[in-house]
């Protein structure tokens, strides 16, 4: 019609992709499974809804469900974003009397390549890259003050303001990258940290943009975390049906109910200093288990807090110093047990999801029987691989999202 009108013709075609339902059909007035978006406004912040669409749904359809949205709002918005400002403003406060410190900040992220990737991301306008390249900012700076660990330097007063500085600078860069998928958080951000934003293309990349002496305002939780909807009588998945072993049955990871949990709350065990006692999500219909740790020496409270972790789910009970553990946190140790870290799944595993191992389909037991020392004869064969991969025999341990891993341990026992 255009060309025949002598109108000249369209050199780009904008488009997105269709909003389905979580089943995939695409939504329509006429099957009754359209979702009014005015509807789930009233249910979350209106950056939360954003943040999601942007995530996904230019150039491919966008799978809508109330589960996904809670769970992106949750691990990206609330766990990754939210409690990084918390600590970082509370950081300030304990550390450096509520101001930026007078000492020059460490590079967390490369904010030249940030930048020139954004807007290579913007110019073909894959909007769900640039909106994963900013929170991928941040889940570098995260992993920043987990390593620099501040709370656990006692007398070097200097280094924990460096840490600081640091770490309020990345998080300004990187509200910066937010901003176009959740201004109003973003807003808030630059609010608390007593500065205004600026143009992409002025920032600077040594960390240098806070005015030394500038007020930190902590403030409310950025994200209240949702409730996953819950079914009133869910079926139990056949990859989570337990049975009794065979007579005959082979002792390999199979065995073991391992499962993806969050870590709800943290606390010092009463009667063992070296202890935590953790309250964890692992998705039985039953509600979270209590689960004893000695991680105290190895893994702050703080960052313990709000964990995604790997758990060992079916050895029986057992009371630890009074407390009955109810599950075992999977982590990967060096040889020496000197360090010691989370094995953790990746990004889009839920709570309660078993965690298996190709090659091994058999289903686990109801209760590992400690007289027959299956953990015991399973362990030693559990690993991470040269990659940070954990292993069973070289196997990878997968999810539906993929493997998980250690942070940085290679080569590790996994106990």
Same mark, same amino acid.
């Given at each position: ?25 695409? +939504?329509?007035?006429? #099957? ?38 809670? +769970? +992106? ?42 930048? /020139? ?23 570098? #700076? ?8 501040? /709370? ?48 992409? /293309? ?14 930190? $305002? ?66 039985? %219909?039953?509600? %979270? ?36 553990? $109810?599950? +075992? ?49 399973? $362990? ?36």
């Amino acid at each position: 019609m255009l060309w025949s009108a002598g109108v000249p013709l369209p050199q780009r075609v904008f488009a997105h992709g269709f909003v389905t339902a979580a089943d995939g059909v695409k +939504m329509s007035k006429s #099957i009754g499974n359209v979702v009014d978006p005015i509807d789930v406004l009233g249910r979350c912040p209106p950056d939360s809804f954003r943040y999601y669409l942007l995530r996904g749904i230019f150039g491919s359809d966008v799978p809508y469900s109330e589960d996904a949205l809670t +769970m +992106m709002h949750n691990a990206d918005l609330a766990d990754t974003l939210g409690n990084l400002l918390h600590r970082a403003a509370n950081l300030t406060m304990r550390f450096c009397e509520g101001v930026v410190p007078d000492v020059p900040a460490e590079t967390v992220f490369d904010v030249s390549v940030l930048r /020139w990737e954004t807007e290579a991301a913007f110019s073909s306008l894959a909007l769900h890259t640039a909106c994963e390249l900013a929170i991928n900012a941040v889940k570098d #700076i995260n992993k920043y003050l987990t390593d620099a660990a501040p /709370w656990n330097l006692k007398d070097d007063t200097r280094r924990k303001m460096v840490v600081v500085r640091s770490t309020l600078e990345a998080v300004y860069l990187a509200a910066h990258f937010l901003a176009p998928f959740i201004p109003a958080t973003a807003a808030v951000i630059f609010q608390r940290l007593g500065t205004q934003p600026r143009p992409l /293309w002025t920032l600077s990349s040594d960390f240098n943009q806070l005015g030394v002496g500038t007020v930190v $305002q902590s403030g409310d939780i950025l994200f209240t975390k949702f409730e996953l909807a819950k079914p009133v009588e869910a079926p139990v998945p056949a990859s989570r049906k337990l049975i009794a072993p065979a007579a005959d049955a082979p002792v390999d990871v199979s065995r073991l109910d391992i499962r993806v949990g969050v870590v709800l709350s943290v606390e010092r065990h009463p009667a063992a200093e070296n202890l935590y006692v953790e309250t964890i999500d692992l998705g039985d %219909p039953s509600g %979270p288990r209590t689960v004893v740790s000695g991680l105290v020496k190895f893994i702050t409270a703080e960052s313990l807090q709000g964990a995604r972790v790997v758990c060992l789910c079916n050895l029986k009970p057992a009371a630890v110093r009074g407390v009955v553990s $109810q599950a +075992m946190v999977l982590c990967a140790s060096d040889v020496e047990h000197t360090r010691v870290e989370l094995v953790v799944p990746p990004d889009g595993a839920v709570a309660g999801e078993r965690v298996v191992c190709a090659g091994f389909p058999g289903q686990s037991d109801e209760q590992l029987n400690p007289k027959k020392k299956v953990w015991e004869a399973v $362990q030693p064969d559990l690993r991470t691989t040269g990659t940070c991969i954990a292993a069973f025999r070289g196997v990878p341990l997968t999810t539906s999202a993929g493997a998980c891993r250690a942070a940085s341990l290679a080569d590790a026992v996994i106990k």
